[in-house]
């Protein structure tokens, strides 16, 4: 009788809880919602493939915009429409410096964030420009996050980005998810295989995905190997970083990429 309870509950929570492909999607979405258009492959994505998590970086300003207070209204109507979507997990960008941002500016953005209300709020903190070798100042900023009451989690949740590989550090005991590769396509050539140390939390960016030989077929197959390395997420994007900023659009690879994720 216990056993059959036991099965009933652990059914009952299956049923509910949502089962996500290993390998999510991160979206640095570093552009204004003139319109909801401008967000518009990313609601397109979040509907057409539900069953795959998205991590979506919000950042109206480097950061939350002024202290204490709530986002631009464009902000705020367009954030409730992702918020619609489970599979939609959104942390606000703040700024860390590689260690040299005045902690205070830090932990404000971090506490502007928590104070956006629930319905247009974020559920974690992205924090950028993270210092490679350990600092001790990130292990507060990850304790002001997980300590803060957000939106729809009982603990806020942590992404830091130094963009390259960190090797087996404390970080990873702060971060839910580590940036461990930012940089050009051809730069992750040079550099695959990409270290795997914790691949569960480990998040790949590779913009500038594009030039001679660079196909539907490289992208596919790029997106596969990640995958089955197990990486916890990752962005790819066609945009070229000499070009232009390759956050504020998306690609014209970005429905395909985030179908490859998805298959
Ligand atoms: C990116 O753009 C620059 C400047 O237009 C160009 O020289 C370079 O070849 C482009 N890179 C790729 C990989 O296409
Ligand atoms: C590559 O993928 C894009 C988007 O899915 C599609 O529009 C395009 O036709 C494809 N190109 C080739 C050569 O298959």
Redo the contacts with the bound molecule.
């Keep these: 009788m216990f056993l059959l309870t036991t099965l009933c509950a652990l059914f009952a929570l299956l049923a509910v809880v949502p089962v996500y492909a290993t390998t999510g999607v991160i979206v640095p979405l570093y552009q204004f919602p003139v319109t909801s258009a401008n967000w518009a492959p990313l609601e397109t994505a979040l509907s057409t493939f539900p069953s795959l998590q998205f991590y979506v970086i919000i950042n109206p300003n480097s950061g939350p915009g002024d202290a204490d207070s709530q986002p631009d209204p464009a902000y705020q109507t367009n954030i409730q429409t992702l918020r619609t979507h489970s599979n939609a997990l959104l942390v606000g960008y703040v700024l860390t410096g590689f260690g040299t941002r005045a902690s205070a500016d830090v932990l404000q953005d971090i506490q502007t964030y928590a104070g956006w209300d629930a319905s247009y709020g974020v559920d974690g903190i992205f924090f950028d420009q993270t210092m490679a070798g350990f600092d001790a100042e990130y292990t507060s900023y990850s304790d002001a996050v997980r300590s803060t009451a957000w939106p729809s989690r009982a603990t806020g949740y942590v992404i830091m980005n130094p963009g390259e590989d960190i090797g087996n550090s404390d970080y990873y005991s702060l971060a839910d998810q580590i940036v461990t590769f930012e940089q050009t396509y051809a730069e992750f050539q040079q550099e695959s295989p990409i270290p795997l140390v914790h691949p569960a939390q480990q998040s790949v960016i590779i913009h500038t995905f594009t030039g001679p030989g660079v196909?539907?077929q490289t992208l596919s197959s790029v997106v596969t190997s990640l995958k089955s390395s197990g990486f916890a997420s990752t962005y790819i994007t066609n945009l070229n970083i000499s070009q232009t900023d390759v956050y504020a659009n998306f690609g014209?690879?970005f429905?395909?990429f985030v179908?490859d994720v998805a298959a």
Excluded: G, H, V
Aim: net charge negative.
């Design positions: 196909s539907n014209s690879d429905a395909q179908a």
